[in-house]
């Protein structure tokens, strides 16, 4: 495709519900990454995937968050229970290789947690 | 740790005018910097890294390793310009993953 695809671009759920977000990234990028924006902040890192693997989860806020990347190319992001605090913008990226190549992201989805 | 921090949450030029955009770092090794910029309902995207030493849509940024900083610049604003703008920094540890500051929004008025 053009470029990363995310859906949805918009997601609300009731407190205590169970989400997933889709991730496509561009064909051929191996690095996948999940960013979490909060309004008035910058993107802060979450989870990336070397492939299929998870290189890095070190910045999933809890055990509620879960990324897959089955085939080491779609990836989906899982909530459990979520929570009011988790109303944020979920960016996914992709890259080349990950290392020294430059990341291109997603349009985003928006999760409201009511 | 790696830090990154935009002093100004919003900037406001008229058009023509300079406008400087700035951005300090924290971090002990040799760091890579970045300015991404994000226009109304268009996605994050890579304006220009310092390694590539390039100016892109009249844009520069210099690094200075003595100030910590990478302060974004242009001598002559256009309306266009008019964006929200992310510094970022990538270390030589981990040089997979991306630090962003908070973000400036950069508003340039007719």
């Known amino acids: 495709g053009a470029g990363v695809s995310q859906t949805p671009s918009n997601k609300v759920t009731e407190k205590g519900k169970y989400v997933e977000l889709r991730c496509d990234p561009i064909s051929g990028h191996t690095a996948l990454y999940w960013y979490r924006q909060s309004l008035g902040q910058g993107p802060e890192f979450l989870i990336y995937?070397?492939?299929?693997?998870?290189?890095?989860d070190s910045g999933l806020p809890n055990d509620r968050f879960f990324a897959v990347r089955p085939e080491g190319s779609v990836s989906t992001l899982k909530i459990q229970r979520t929570e009011r605090g988790d109303s944020a913008v979920y960016l996914c990226?992709?890259?080349?290789?990950?290392?020294?190549?430059?990341?291109?992201f997603g349009n985003g989805t928006r999760l409201t947690v009511t | 740790a790696q830090r990154v921090t935009q002093p100004e949450k919003l900037l406001s030029v008229f058009k023509g005018a300079p406008v400087e955009l700035k951005c300090n770092y924290s971090?002990?090794?040799?760091?890579?910097l970045f300015w991404y910029v994000q226009y109304s309902r268009q996605r994050l995207q890579l304006l220009l890294r310092h390694i590539s030493r390039e100016s892109i849509k009249g844009f520069t940024a210099d690094l200075n390793k003595g100030e910590t900083s990478f302060h974004l610049k242009k001598p002559f604003a256009q309306e266009e310009d008019s964006a929200m703008y992310y510094c970022a920094l990538r270390g030589g540890g981990s040089n997979y993953k991306l630090t962003f500051g908070k973000g400036t929004l950069l508003t340039v008025n007719p």
């Open positions: 971090y002990s090794g040799s760091p890579e």
């Open positions: 995937f070397q492939g299929t693997g998870a290189a890095d």
């Open positions: 990226a992709s890259s080349l290789t990950g290392v020294d190549s430059p990341l291109h």
